[in-house]
Every structure is written in structure tokens, then in C-alpha cells.
């Protein structure tokens, strides 16, 4: 989904709203991929609590009423998404939006028949901590070995490399792909179309 845009604006809205200090659009789309706590005091680290809760209602705002129809998926991913379903491959979602959010982004998609689990930032601990991945795997049962994490940020890399399972780092999203190397991805692409044929290949 291209949502980075979206993240970025909704937490410099909330920053405004606030009257917080202005961060940058590199330092607002470096967070991505965070829970939510963690991405705002990333940003704002001397929030107090009352203030996070401020900050986090105000994104919420600003995500879910100023960008509800403005984050569509990739050209190519409802294809792939199918050819992968068709392959009887298991398919999760590890993600650092909250439940609601995620909820809302299936929905609008259209996609969540796609997924066999899903795992949010709040039902446990944020990214790069692996807990997320050992849960869906748990829930699953799926050894590490049979796992493959496709994400666009260094945290999603980071977190599979914690977990011990196979990762590839799409560079169209939220970080730039010269972060990922350190992380041992499989490989590193840099567009649907070419994710869909890696995934031909090596699938």
C-alpha cells in the first residue's frame, strides 16, 4: 500500500496541531514502520504521556479523516497477491499500525481475504523486536526456516533478522533501500512487478 505519504503528513499535522518543534519529511518518514508510541517519541522525545496521548489522537485524526481514499495499492498487487494465494503459501501481515487502522486499510482495499494472520504494533511489541513475527509463526505453526518477510523499511529487516527468517527489501515505500544491505536481505527490488518475479523464481 502507498501509505508513507500519508504517515508522514498525518504526523506533521499532529505536530502542528500541538505546536511540537517541525521535523523534517526524511525524520518523519524515518519512523515509519514503528508502533505508534515509538514513532512519536522518536520524533518528540520529551512528551510526557498526556501529551503522546494528545499527539496520538490527532494523528488519528488527520490519517483517518484527511487520508481515507488516499492510499491505494501498488499497480501489480492484487495479481501477485492472487498468483501467491494460488501457490497455497500462508500470507500474514506484521504491521506497525494499530488494529483499527489496519482494519480500515483491508477494508478499503478490498484485500483482507488475502491474509491468513495479521499482528499490529499494539497487541505486541513494536517493531524491530521480533516478537511479532514469532507469534504469527506460533499461531501458524511455521518454522523460521519457511518464513520470508517482504518489507520496505530497516525495521521490518531488522526484525526478521532478529527472528531469524529470510527477508527482501522492496525500495518503493518508506526507506531507502541503501539501508537495508546491513541486514542480509535475499534481495532488494525496487518495484511490484519485479518483487512478482522474484517471488516466481524463488517461490
Not at 25 to 30: Q, Y
Amino acid at each position: 500500500m502507498d501509505s508513507a505519504a500519508c504517515i508522514a503528513s498525518s504526523l506533521k499535522a499532529a505536530g502542528n496541531d500541538m505546536a511540537l518543534s517541525l521535523r523534517t519529511d526524511a525524520e518523519l518518514r524515518n519512523v515509519i514502520g514503528l508502533g505508534m508510541r515509538e514513532a512519536v517519541l522518536t520524533l518528540h522525545p520529551d512528551l510526557t504521556d498526556i501529551e503522546l496521548q494528545r499527539f496520538t489522537d490527532a494523528y488519528r485524526q488527520h490519517f483517518f479523516l484527511t487520508n481515507s481514499d488516499s492510499m491505494p495499492l501498488f499497480d501489480g498487487v492484487v495479481s501477485m497477491l492472487e498468483k501467491l494465494n494460488q501457490k497455497e503459501l500462508w500470507l500474514a501481515v506484521a504491521t506497525g499500525k494499530g488494529r483499527k487502522g489496519l482494519k480500515r486499510a483491508l477494508a478499503a482495499t478490498a484485500s483482507s481475504h488475502f491474509f491468513h494472520s495479521t499482528r499490529t504494533a499494539e497487541e505486541t511489541c513494536s517493531k524491530p523486536d521480533p516478537q511479532m513475527l514469532f507469534e504469527l509463526m506460533d499461531e501458524l505453526g511455521v518454522a523460521s526456516n519457511k518464513v520470508l518477510m517482504v518489507g520496505d523499511t530497516e525495521y521490518d529487516l531488522d526484525m526478521a533478522k532478529r527472528a531469524g527468517v529470510s527477508s527482501v527489501g522492496v525500495s518503493y515505500g518508506a526507506h531507502e533501500h541503501h539501508r537495508f544491505s546491513v541486514y542480509s536481505p535475499l534481495a532488494c527490488v525496487h518495484s511490484i512487478l519485479e518483487l512478482d518475479q522474484w517471488f516466481e523464481t524463488h517461490l
